[in-house]
């Protein structure tokens, strides 16, 4: 058989006979081949074995027979594949339905569950409200029984056999419930006794489950029962009777404080509440007129009190005449800067003050008490004369009998001399003149008697009121004669004190020390101070732990006239808070706290703004104004003052300095952050920063500046302040140029041909033109010219040629100004 013939014979090529019968070799196996018009079929030989694939050639994926016609064995691999991920995406398809329609029935099945317990829970709701009502009207029957046999009259006698207790009860009934109700009501809760409560214990696994167990009655609930039968047979009423209380009320109260100053349930003063249309809690705050509402229903009566009422106990005791005695005078020292003052006070005290202050300048009020020779006690008080401590003098003028006022011979009268006059005359205290320096050879004492004058301080020598002595602290000239004008001065004065009362005393100086804790030097004005008093102190309270005088030495007390350390406080007060003696540690913590909170809501109230303008006002200040932020921290509080105050003093308009955060003691690490966050550098007067402060400040970069005079600290806060200034800008005019002609130049525009007629025309430097010497236009120059040539400059007496830049409305005739401009740094 030739090749020709197999092919036609395997439909491979050619035409296709009816009906072929042909055998062909494959390896070693035969099979038959049998072609109809309808389809070929390839018969395997009986016990042959199954051809072998090889290549593209062989059989694929079955039966060969079933294989379509036309079909290779790619195509026939290709659609299987596809047939079985098909078979594999509807199985998975089939297992997701199934999945969702688990949860959507586990979703139902959840939704049924608490659609029904939502169910049990309102019909339990229900069970209980109905039981309540009945349980209600059960009471409200027994009472009208009850009411009924007590307005019932007693029998004559009681029938043989018949009890005392059971005699009431056969009396006629008014108010008596029908029997079938009650029956009705019994059987309506199962588990219930007649009583309407339930019956048998109730055990943990009957609450869990949810049973109609019941409980028993306990037995308070017997005794309380049997005591109302036995009132009930004996006609008395069960009732109490109300006891009407009077009720301080306070601005603001909690609901459960109210109830419990009337003596009164909680639920039922929140029951009154709500009556009255105001849903609140038990710690809820309401206002006053509400509870004085809610009282006044209850029956009680108002008594309105005040936050401030707590500083009653603080009110002064007139005292009887009998009890005053002689106390020694108050001296304070003031004068100006650098005259002396502190001199004049060690020579009186014979110690050396002056060598322990910064640069010779004191910087703080000191108290001392001094002995003189004829045996007089006088306290001496040295203010500082620095401008930046008006406030301290202020407060040295506010407890002094005598003020002390210290003139250089050799300078006069200086600003804060008048200051000082200023002062005592507002503290309306007398005063002696001592004009110290009187030993220098350049000093003059009667330009200062003169200069005085002008502030109308008339001297005695001058025919006026007021004493006069001439001092030297170097040579100790006159200092006995001081002494005898403040003992004759004391003398018209009669000074008296109670030292037989409570203390009160005002704070001198402040400062928190290391290992005491807040120290305050105070003198005391009436009163005897002891040790282990409780006392409150502007918004700090304490108890007196030490008292020290002013030479270190231990007292156990301290009466009027007398300046002592105070150890003990909670907190450092301010210099100038008033101290005083209470009974309780309770009174003094209630006082202290009250004023806390009014100084806070006095600061927050000074620092809003009232009204829409004002707030609008401080937003467009705030934007304009430069700040310079700094944190202060000083060694007593009186300095801490001083320097805040000087702070603010510092600044215009457009820079200010704002103080973050003054205060007494050491620079902290909380210091520091406050600083951080802020950007502010760290002043500290007198203290110095704490080891974990400067390892904070190595760290975070922060500047921590030390003084001990508060000059260099003003000074050194100035210049950084003027650094916030923007520089002032200042125009200089070089020359003036004339045009000409207008020339048009293509690519350019117009250009004007200029003669300079004064000072020089530069490339770099403002230009305006005048026309009828009126402004046109402020701008810039394009182009400069000479010739052909972009120049620089041109000189006075040459052409050439300009361009305004973005502008060319130029005319023959008009005049270009030609300027400079230059900074000039400002300062305050």
């Not at 509807?90 to 329609?101: L, Y």
């Amino acid at each position: 058989m030739s090749d020709n013939d197999g092919k036609k014979t395997l439909g491979l090529g050619g035409s296709r006979p009816s009906n072929v019968k042909q055998s062909f070799s494959h390896g070693r196996t035969k099979n038959v081949v049998v072609e109809t018009k309808r389809k070929r079929v390839v018969v395997p030989k009986p016990g042959a074995a199954k051809p072998a694939t090889s290549g593209k050639s062989g059989p694929v994926g079955g039966d060969p027979s079933k294989r379509p016609a036309g079909i290779s064995d790619v195509e026939l691999a290709r659609r299987m594949k596809a047939l079985a991920m098909a078979k594999a995406r509807e199985a998975e398809e089939a297992a997701k339905r199934e999945a969702e329609e688990k949860e959507r029935a586990v979703e139902r099945e959840e939704r049924r569950a608490e659609m029904e317990a939502k169910e049990a829970e309102d019909r339990a709701r229900e069970e209980r409200a109905k039981a309540k009502a009945e349980e209600e009207e059960r009471k409200k029957a027994e009472d009208e029984k009850a009411k009924a046999v007590a307005d019932a009259p007693p029998a004559a006698a009681a029938a043989p056999g018949e009890t005392e207790i059971s005699r009431p009860s056969a009396a006629p009934r008014k108010t008596e419930r029908p029997t079938e109700n009650r029956e009705k009501a019994t059987k309506a809760k199962p588990g219930r006794g007649g009583d309407g409560r339930r019956s048998g214990k109730l055990t943990v696994n009957d609450a869990m489950a949810g049973r109609e167990g019941g409980r028993q009655r306990s037995m308070a609930a017997m005794k309380r029962k049997q005591d109302r039968a036995r009132a009930k047979a004996m006609g008395v009423s069960a009732e109490r009777e109300k006891v009407f209380r009077e009720v301080s009320l306070p601005e603001a109260i909690t609901v459960s404080e109210l109830a419990n100053r009337m003596s009164e349930r909680v639920a039922d003063v929140v029951k009154a509440l709500m009556n009255n249309g105001i849903m609140a809690t038990q710690n809820q705050t309401i206002d006053a007129d509400t509870a004085e509402l809610i009282i006044e229903d209850f029956g009680h009566k108002v008594v309105r009190v005040s936050d401030a009422d707590v500083e009653d106990v603080l009110t002064s005791i007139e005292d009887k005449p009998q009890d005053l005695k002689p106390r020694p005078p108050i001296i304070t020292i003031m004068g100006h800067v650098d005259h002396g003052k502190t001199s004049l006070l060690d020579a009186i005290r014979n110690a050396k003050v002056v060598a322990g202050e910064a640069g010779g300048i004191t910087q703080h009020i000191g108290a001392y008490q001094v002995i003189t020779e004829s045996g007089a006690v006088l306290s001496f008080l040295d203010t500082p004369g620095h401008a930046a401590f008006t406030s301290m003098r202020s407060r040295g003028a506010q407890v002094t009998d005598i003020v002390v006022l210290v003139v250089a011979a050799d300078d006069a009268v200086m600003p804060q001399t008048i200051e000082a006059i200023n002062h005592a005359k507002a503290a309306k205290v007398p005063m002696i003149v001592a004009i110290n320096k009187v030993d220098k050879p350049s000093a003059n004492p009667d330009k200062v008697r003169t200069d005085l004058l002008q502030h109308e301080v008339i001297v005695e020598k001058m025919s006026g009121d007021v004493q006069d002595v001439e001092v030297s602290a170097i040579t100790g000239q006159g200092l006995e004669e001081l002494l005898e004008a403040i003992a004759l001065q004391a003398e018209i004065l009669e000074l008296k004190a109670n030292p037989d009362r409570a203390a009160e005393g005002a704070v001198i100086e402040a400062q928190l020390d290391v290992g005491r804790g807040p120290v305050a030097t105070v003198l005391i004005q009436n009163g005897t101070l002891h040790q282990g008093d409780i006392f409150v102190v502007g918004e700090q309270y304490g108890k007196v732990r030490a008292l020290i005088n002013d030479k270190g030495e231990r007292v156990q007390e301290a009466g009027p006239s007398v300046p002592v350390e105070v150890l003990g406080l909670n907190g450092t007060p301010e210099a100038g808070d008033v101290l005083n003696v209470v009974e309780t540690d309770a009174q003094a913590r209630e006082i202290a706290e009250y004023r806390e909170k009014a100084a806070k809501e006095k600061r927050a109230a000074a620092g809003a703004a009232t009204t829409l303008e004002q707030l609008m006002a401080n937003a467009k200040a705030d934007e304009s104004v430069s700040e310079l932020p700094i944190v202060v921290k000083a060694d007593v509080q009186g300095s801490a003052e001083a320097i805040v105050q000087a702070m603010e003093k510092i600044g215009n308009e457009e820079v200010r300095v704002r103080v973050l955060h003054s205060g007494v003691g050491a620079i902290t690490e909380s210091d520091i952050g406050l600083a951080e966050a802020s950007g502010a550098p760290v002043f500290g007067f007198n203290v110095r920063a704490n080891a974990p402060a400067r390892n904070s400040a190595n760290q975070k970069g922060i500047e921590i500046r030390y003084y001990s005079v508060i000059y260099d600290l003003v000074d050194d806060v100035k210049a950084a302040a003027s650094g916030l200034l923007s520089a002032e800008i200042r125009e200089k005019f070089i020359g003036y140029a004339k045009i000409q002609e207008v020339f048009k130049v293509s690519n350019v525009g117009k250009v004007a041909g200029c003669l300079v007629t004064e000072g020089v025309a530069r490339r770099s430097a403002g230009v305006r033109l005048l026309r009828d010497n009126v402004v046109i236009h402020e701008g810039t120059l394009k182009t400069l010219k000479r010739f052909k040539d972009e120049v620089p400059e041109v000189q006075s007496g040459q052409e050439c040629g300009m361009a305004f830049e973005n502008y060319e409305d130029v005319r023959p005739n008009d005049v270009i100004e030609i300027f400079e401009r230059e900074e000039v740094e400002r300062n305050l």
